[in-house]
């Protein structure tokens, strides 16, 4: 899903080399963890963000990257991540939150507990990026990037608090979009339906959760 459209040169005022400097939330989980490889693969800078400091490190050491371990819905940790990349690259191109969880029940079997992790692991956490990415780029330009689902769009049986989240997402992009795109920032989001990844493995990882997922598409 498509925000505002920059400068082409916004987001991309590389260093001597080309490299880009960018940060990674939810670095560790299937989605982020592939973006950075790539990422870094192409010689970019990276400053990559996760709960699990183990496994954090690990991929830290085998990307040269900087790591921090944070929890991105505590908007002072994801400041001071902003922060501690600026001051270790000079400068961020951008931000991409690819914190998330799924939650598959309808909306009688869903306690307000369940409810609330969700909207903070994916709602909140989109926010609090996109407040401490556009401060970091107000005078530079780049890009934010957040993770929705197809299921903000679709009506999926039995992803009534999810699609609640990621619907909010595709509301704070569009109107983030038009905040910040006379500062040149981009705000776009992208909406994949099932992947397999660790995250999604209670549903991939048996032959009977593959076919009810296709039998959505």
């Known amino acids: 899903m498509s925000g505002s459209k920059a400068p082409a040169q916004a987001g991309q005022d590389n260093d001597a080399s080309g490299a880009a400097a960018y940060v990674v939330l939810g670095a560790t989980g299937g989605i982020g963890a592939a973006l950075c490889e790539r990422l870094a693969a192409r010689g970019d800078h990276l400053t990559i963000a996760a709960r699990g400091e183990t496994r954090l490190q690990d991929l830290a050491a085998s990307l040269g990257a900087h790591a921090m371990a944070l929890d991105a819905a505590d908007p002072n940790q994801v400041v001071a991540c902003v922060g501690e990349a600026v001051d270790v690259h000079g400068r ?126």
């Open 92 to 217: 961020i191109d951008g931000i991409v939150n690819c914190v998330g969880s799924i939650l598959i029940k309808p909306a009688h079997l869903t306690s307000m507990e369940e409810f609330r992790d969700t909207i903070e692991a994916n709602l909140i956490t989109a926010f609090n990026t996109v407040r401490a990415g556009a401060r970091a780029m107000l005078k530079s330009g780049g890009s934010i990037v957040l993770v929705s689902s197809a299921a903000a769009r679709l009506g999926l049986p039995n992803h009534d608090a999810i699609a609640a989240a990621k619907s909010g997402v595709e509301g704070l992009v569009r109107a983030a979009a038009a905040s910040y795109a006379p500062a040149g920032i981009r705000v776009n989001a992208v909406a994949p339906g099932l992947v397999d990844t660790p995250l999604a493995s209670r549903i991939t990882g048996s032959e009977a959760g593959r076919r009810a997922s296709l039998a959505m598409h």
